[in-house]
């Protein structure tokens, strides 16, 4: 069975509703974090890395997938970044 990914954000805000409503489908999904680092050298003595941002991939079976994503895209229909 293979993965897909179904979702990106780096917004903390986004990424708790699409779990929120992953969670209440039933469908499983892993959250991978994606950093960019700091090409400018500064280094984060607690992860040997200057890290800068980054973004979140929501991940979930082949078999959820189109599930998912119907359900991620009018969950985010509904959503007003402005107001978040």
């Known amino acids: ?6 979702f990106e954000t ?3 805000f986004e990424l708790t ?3 929120s409503i992953l969670e209440e489908e039933g469908i499983g999904y892993v959250v991978k974090k994606r ?7 500064d280094a ?3 992860v040997g890395k200057g890290i ?14 189109d599930r998912a994503s ?9 959503i007003d970044l402005d107001d978040a």
Do not use: C, H, P
């Not at 069975?1 to 179904?6: A, K, Q, R, S, T």
């Open 35 to 41: 950093y960019l680092q700091n090409v400018f050298g």
């Open 52 to 65: 800068i941002g980054g973004s979140f991939q929501v991940i979930v079976t082949s078999e959820d997938a």
């Open 44 to 46: 984060d003595a607690w």
């Open 10 to 12: 780096s917004s903390e």
């Open 17 to 19: 509703r699409v779990k």
């Open 1 to 6: 069975m293979g993965e897909e990914i179904v």
């Open 70 to 78: 119907v359900r991620i895209n009018e969950l985010l229909e509904g």
